[in-house]
Structure formats: C-alpha cells, structure tokens
C-alpha cells in the first residue's frame, strides 16, 4: 500500500494578471485527515477545482497512488477515485429531481449505462448509499421538499457513493447542525480507518479540532506551513495562516444602560414558548443556537419582515410594530441580513453605492444624488474596516468574501440606530475579516443596543457582553460574558431540559 | 485577502490589481461607439447626401417614436422586468386619440390627456399584475398586448377611423383632427436650416435626457437599478421594491402612449394597420444599448445610441439603395452582434478580473 493518497509538487495557477497558486507543494497522506487552512483567496478553492478536474493547473504534477494524474474532468476525477464534496449545495443536487435519482446521478450520467431506467434497482442501490452514512430520507422524496441540511447530506452521500481513494472535503459542515455534523465526521472517521486520504478545508476550529490529524496552512498562494506535532498546535497554525498571532480577544463588560429593546411574551410559531428579554443601550447580545433554532426568525420580526404570532415589542418604551423594513428603518432598526450574496450584494453597484444604498436619502438633494457625499462616507468607512479595495469605486464582486461581508456591515454602521442585529455576520470570512468587524462593532456599540445571531459559539465569546442561546423557537439561556462557564452553555445550545425551562425540549 | 497585515498597503500586494486594458476591454468599452463612427464615415463617402442636416433630422425622425418607446422598455428592463405591452399601448393610443377627436368630437388637449392617462392606467394594471397577483412580467404584458390589441378594434368595429366614416350606428361621425393635434407630427421647428426639426425628434431628445437623468442621477434610478439587481437585498434595504416596479410600467405605459400620439399626429387618422413592428423594434434598441460602453445592463444613453444605430444604418443602406425588405433582416443582424457584445466578451472580462 501507498503511504500517500496524493503527492501534489510545484503546481502554478493563473487567472489572467491573477497569480493564484504559485508553486503549491503538499502531500495528503492515506488514512489520515489533512486540514488545509488559508484566509479567504489564499487559494484553497482553486487547489481543490484542480485536484477536482474543474481548472487545468499551468504548471506542476499530482501523483494518485504513486501514478500521475490529470484530471481533465469533474466525472473523470471521481473515475480516478479523487471525489470531492463542494461547499456549495446547490452544486452537489438537483432540486427537481427525487432522492434516488441525485443519489446514482454519476451512475445515470456514466457513459455505457442502458437506455431505459430501472427505477425501482435504482430506488434499492439509492437506499443502500443512503444507508451507509446513516441518512434516514424516503428515497423517493424530492430534493426540493428537503431541508438545506438534508440536501447537503444527499450532496456529500452521492460523492461518498465512489469509493473514493482522495476525498476532498469544501467546508461541509457550513449549513449542518452540530447533530449531523456528528454524523459526519463518524463517516469521515470511518473513510480514515479504510485508509483513504482525506483533504478536509474548513475555517471552524470546532471543526478542526474535532477531526484533524496534520493541519497545512495556505497563504498567498503557498503552503506556509505543517503541523504534524500530536497535539497539534492550533495557535501555530492560525498564525501560518494569517502571518500573526491570534489573540484572544479582551471582553470588557460594561455596565449595562437603559433598556432600548423589550420584547414582551413573543412567540415565534405558535407551538414556541413566549419569550421576553431586555436588550440595553451600549451592549452587544450574541444569539446563539444551532440552525433552525429560530435566530433568523426572531431577526425578521425585529425587521418588520414577519410578524410575531403572539407577545409585543418595545422600542424605548413606545409599542414596536414594524410593517416592513422601510419601517423598521426609520423607526432605528437596522438588520444585516446573513447570507450576503443574495440577501445583501447588488452585484452591479460599487462599494459606495453598496454601503449608502439604505440611506440615497441622506446623499441626495431633491431626489439627486451626490456621489461626492456617497464617496466620502464610503471612504470613512473603508479606512474604519480595513477593507482592501483600490478604491470606493470598485465594483463590489471584485472584492474577496471577507471584504464584501465588510461593506455590508458597513452599509449598516453608515449612519447610527437604536438597534442593530447583524444574522451570521461572520459567514465565510476569514479570521482576519471577523476580528476587524468584530471589534467595529464593539467600538461602535454605544448608543444603541446590538444583536448577532450567531450559530458558533468561538464567535459569540469573542464579541459579546452577554450570550442568550435559542433553542426550540424560544430562549433558553442568558450568560453574562465574564469568566463563562461553557458547559451549561452548551447543553442549552444542545436543547437539553434546564430547570428554569423544565418541560419543554 | 490572505493578507497578514492590517494596513491598507496591502491592497498593492494582493493579487486583485486592476488589470490594465487590454484589447478586450477596449473593445467591449468603445467597440461599438467605434462601430457607429464606422459606419458614419462609410455612408458619409459611398452614399453621396448621407452627410447632410437633412439626412440626419431624416435619420432622427425616423427612430423617435422607436426611441422613445424604447426608454420606457428600458425602465422596466432595469427593474429586472420586462413589457410586451408597449407596441399595443402605442397603437391603442393612436386609436383612442382618433376616436376622442373624430367620433367625440374634442380637442386635442383632451385627446392627448386621454392617451397619457391611458398609458398610465395599463402600466398600472401590468404593475398590480406583476407584483400583486405575481404573474411573471412576460406572461402579464403579453396577456395585456393581446387584450389592447383586440380592444382598440371594438369600438369602430374594426375599421380605420377617419372623418366621414359611417359608425355603427348609422350617424357619420364629424369630428376632425385638430390642427393643434396634428402640428405634434407635422410642425418643424427653425434649426440652421428653415423648418428643420420636427417635433418628434425634440421630444425623443427631451425624453431621453430626462430618462437617462431619472435613471442615473437620482436616487429613485438607483434604487431601480439596485432591484433589477438584487431584488431581495434592495427589498432589504428597506426599498419599497413592489411601489418602484409599478412606477416603472406606468413610465413605459405612458412613453408608449406618447410614441401613440405622435404617431396619429404625423397620419392624421386612426390607421388600424399602423405600428406593427414597434415593439420588436424598441426592444431591439434597449437590448443593443447593453453593449454600448459595455454597460451589459439596461440604460438610457445606450437605449439612445441603439435606436439611432439603427436608424444610420437603415437609412445609409437605404441611399445606397438597399431593397427596403432587407431592413428587418439587417436589424437582427445588429441585435445579435451587440448581444454577442454583451453576453460573450463581458462574461469573458468579469471571468479574468474576477
């Protein structure tokens, strides 16, 4: 048997004047889980879309097994046994289609196969695929009726269908619960045990900690580092990746002001426990909980987007009823929306016009807008959130993930508000981006209260005065953010019984 | 950015420096500007009289209406929309103006009063349509053009209005063309030469300053443009998306009636037969105004540029003497070019800088 799945050497990747891989080299040993880290366009996608048969390297040689290997298409990689679970779902399924049929997709799309369908072999080869990584769905279901964890869970299962000898992982777990990441990772654990190479890419520590045996870092287009060590050497890793040292980020807990927010017995579906809880002038809350908890909805009563079904709020003091977000807006409430690409982005608009878009308003004289206004806020703000950009005038898909995640927090600390919520504003953001946003929504915090919703609890520690954890469509814990204690956080986050909830699960 | 460094020096190190220009950049920039100015020196040398005050007023003249039906398509383009019904809106005003001053018997003021509301009202219900009952914006406007289409015709029975025409009641109708009326079709105004520009013409002109000023330097066409982008994020934004896409249709319902108006004025008679390649005619220019300065959207100086492209075009090849029934065939030839333009070279420039 081989030592290594994968000998990658000297392999270069450009993209017109875009150098992005400049002389890779990395070994993904067999039976082992390899970690690659890197900051958002170190180049980490690019290397997988090569390993994957979707880009043509330029230059330099892979080895599967000890043979060379090109792969000149995404089918022919997953024929050489290379298979690869892409980050986003909606390449790995087709919603149209039922279970069965995604799940032998690249046995129908196979040249050689019959022309007529044997749909109930199909149905049976479909549920012993589904069987194996413990996926409990009706094989006949539609995929659009799934839910988004669900799907991933049918995305990865296809892949894993391949036997694969290299199986490359692209942040899998970014829409999974902490239960169904579980599941994962039993099922990576069990490929490692067969001795196949993993390449796992990921940015949650939670995730890296749980399931990495070497960590590689990549920076700039280079590896910049291996850590092989047992333990591993987490911090020495972040610091390959980033080019410094992470600190810990200092909470100063400050004294709590008046009460801005309060909702009063909201119920977020009619089967949820009521609700209340104060929000205060200066202070930032992190809402935590896993996916489906009821963040996301709790941020669009706040936003006029949906109304409660039963309970009210209070907005310094006076009855809060948005109608819509415009209401909710002029009211002082302002939401950045998670999910940026399409609930925030406008692709065909610069950063200028990105950041002041809520507010053309306050730019403009008689309808008119002034760019030289638009411009000058927008360059205020670049400088306060360190967003690298040539200039203001950049077109907003020019800039990297982390960067345009920057803008839209921007967008939202433009001009001042009662209540801020930010939902899952450190979505696929490097840990350099986070630290920057973090701390400008920290420094801003006074004079208005600030809600995140955030699903990883590193994130809520890390910004936070005081966590509040969902659970079940209600709120099930309050912790103050001062030599915490994890573990009852935790096991609320999990939706166990607490005694002050005692009843409900 | 993998970058370390929490300076802004870094965006000199990262690998997202702006390409410099290069052929293909220029070429979706300035290629068909460059291509207009082309054909502007070809027809000037091969076709003797093409370089003229008159030639050109001829060339305006002849794409106004188009023109001006085609900025109010763009407006609907741009809030990621789309209206059929412009064709059918123009025509039915040409009847409705006929009909209020030959059987009515009124003056042109209510006549042209009577064609904007109509305008007005038929962008409104291709609004309520698309946002209330959310029938998909083709689907709405194609329902609509058949419904005016076959509207227009019942009231007369199908028939061209003209005074002395027998109704179907009996009585001749006596009502005529008021001269106020038909000046909009056939007044010139003085420019260099004695009785130059027509009307039409200053009204295309008119209308596409003030488009393309509504679209690019107010906030309202920023808000457009950010919901024909993003619909969801602009909605987040706290735009009242729904009240914009209304406002949209009601600027391409009414511009279509204007193109209506002007149309009756220069035939002087409700022609029943008048208008029919309008609406492929007015697309055709906002779609080539995607390729103009590589915009790759809608906007109003490209939808200008397209419909006048056109127009050169036409009549360059027409003083060449081109037979006339290869003009349709030399529009579609421009169409797909400058959508070659917009779709092919674009998408190639945004895959390299991105």
């Known amino acids: 048997m081989q030592s290594a799945a994968a000998v990658i050497t000297g392999i270069r990747k450009s993209f017109g004047q875009n150098t992005v891989l400049r002389g890779v080299d990395m070994t993904v040993p067999n039976g082992m889980v390899t970690v690659l880290m890197g900051a958002n366009g170190a180049g980490k996608s690019t290397l997988v879309k090569i390993l994957s048969g979707v880009h043509a390297a330029d230059s330099g040689e892979v080895t599967l097994l000890g043979k060379p290997y090109v792969a000149v298409s995404p089918a022919n990689a997953m024929r050489s046994g290379v298979v690869t679970v892409h980050q986003s779902i909606n390449d790995g399924v087709i919603p149209d289609l039922d279970v069965a049929s995604n799940l032998m997709l690249d046995r129908l799309a196979e040249p050689g196969g019959g022309f007529f369908l044997n749909r109930r072999k199909i149905q049976r080869e479909a549920r012993e695929v589904a069987a194996a990584i413990g996926l409990e769905v009706d094989v006949k279901a539609s995929i659009s009726d799934l839910s988004l964890a669900d799907r991933q869970l049918v995305a990865i299962a296809r892949a894993m269908a391949h036997q694969p000898r290299l199986l490359i992982l692209d942040e899998p777990t970014s829409s999974l619960s902490a239960a169904e990441a579980d599941r994962l990772f039993r099922l990576i654990d069990r490929f490692r045990d067969d001795g196949v190479g993993i390449l796992y890419i990921s940015h949650r520590m939670s995730d890296i900690r749980r399931i990495a045996d070497r960590i590689i870092t990549m920076r700039d287009g280079q590896i910049s580092g291996t850590f092989e060590t047992d333990p591993l050497d987490y911090e020495a890793a972040v610091q390959a990746m980033l080019g410094h040292r992470m600190t810990e980020v200092d909470i100063q807990v400050p004294d709590a002001g008046a009460a801005v927010l309060a909702l009063n017995q909201i119920r977020l579906n009619e089967f949820a426990t009521p609700m209340s809880m104060d929000f205060h002038d200066g202070e930032v809350v992190a809402v935590t909980g896993l996916v489906g908890s009821g963040k996301t909805q709790l941020a669009e009563i706040l936003f006029g987007i949906s109304t409660p079904h039963a309970g009210e709020m209070h907005l310094n003091g006076q009855r809060f009823k948005p109608g819509s977000p415009g209401d909710a807006i002029s009211s002082g409430v302002f939401l950045c929306p998670k999910d940026r690409a399409s609930n925030a982005v406008i692709g065909d608009f610069d950063i200028a016009g990105n950041t002041a878009l809520p507010f053309f308003t306050n730019y403009s004289t008689l309808s008119f807008l002034s760019r030289s206004k638009m411009h000058m806020m927008a360059n205020t703000m670049i400088d306060g959130l360190g967003i690298v950009c040539q200039s203001d005038r950049d077109s907003i898909g020019t800039l990297s993930g982390g960067n345009q995640q920057k803008v839209m927090v921007a967008r939202w600390l433009s001009e001042n508000c009662r209540v801020l919520v930010l939902d899952e504003p450190f979505q696929g953001v490097d840990i350099k981006a986070r630290r920057d946003i973090g701390r400008k929504i920290r420094e801003t915090a006074e004079g208005r209260a600030t809600v995140v919703m955030v699903a990883e609890l590193d994130e809520a520690l890390e910004i936070a005065d005081r966590i509040v954890v969902m659970s079940a469509h209600t709120m099930v814990g309050d912790h103050r953010n001062e030599n915490i204690d994890i573990g009852p956080v935790l096991s609320q986050v999990a939706g166990k019984i607490t005694s002050h909830h005692a009843g409900m699960s | ?354």
């Open chain 2, 1 to 354: 950015m993998a970058n370390g460094t929490s300076k802004p020096e870094a965006a000199t190190q990262s690998a997202k420096v702006a390409p410099k220009p290069d052929a293909i950049d220029l070429a979706i920039r300035y290629g068909f500007l460059t291509l207009l100015f082309g054909l502007l020196i070809f027809f000037s040398i091969f076709a003797s009289g093409f370089l003229s005050a008159i030639s050109a007023v001829f060339i305006f003249q002849s794409v106004a209406i188009t023109g001006i039906l085609a900025l109010g398509v763009t407006c609907t383009l741009v809030v990621g929309g789309f209206d059929l019904s412009i064709g059918a809106v123009a025509t039915s005003a040409l009847m409705l103006s006929a009909y209020v001053m030959v059987i009515w018997e009124q003056n042109a003021l209510v006549a042209v009063l009577a064609c904007l509301a109509m305008g007005a009202l038929v962008g409104l219900v291709n609004g309520f349509l698309i946002v209330k009952t959310k029938v998909p914006d083709l689907l709405a406007t194609l329902g609509m053009m058949f419904l005016l289409v076959g509207l227009q015709r019942i009231p007369t029975e199908g028939r061209s209005i003209a005074t002395g025409m027998t109704l179907p009641d009996g009585s001749v109708a006596n009502g005529i063309f008021s001269p106020a009326f038909l000046a909009l079709g056939r007044h010139r105004f003085d420019f260099v030469l004695d009785r130059l520009v027509p009307v039409s013409v200053v009204f295309l002109i008119v209308i596409g300053i003030l488009v393309w000023g509504f679209l690019e330097l107010t906030r309202h066409g920023r808000l457009m443009y950010a919901i024909g982008s993003n619909e969801k994020a602009a909605g987040l934004a706290g735009t009242n998306v729904n009240r914009y896409k209304i406002v949209a249709y009601m600027i391409s319902g009414v511009l279509a009636s204007v193109g209506g108006i002007l149309m009756a004025a220069r035939l002087g008679r409700g022609d029943i037969a008048s208008g029919n390649n309008l609406l492929l005619d007015a697309v055709a220019a906002a779609l080539i105004g995607y390729a103009v300065l590589g915009a790759a959207k809608p906007n109003a100086f490209g939808t200008a540029i397209g419909a006048l492209f056109v127009g050169i075009l036409l009549q360059g090849l027409t003083m060449m003497n081109v037979p006339y029934y290869t003009q349709d065939f030399v529009k579609g030839a421009v169409l797909v070019v400058a959508l070659v333009f917009t779709f092919y070279l674009s998408q190639g420039r945004s895959r390299s800088g991105g």
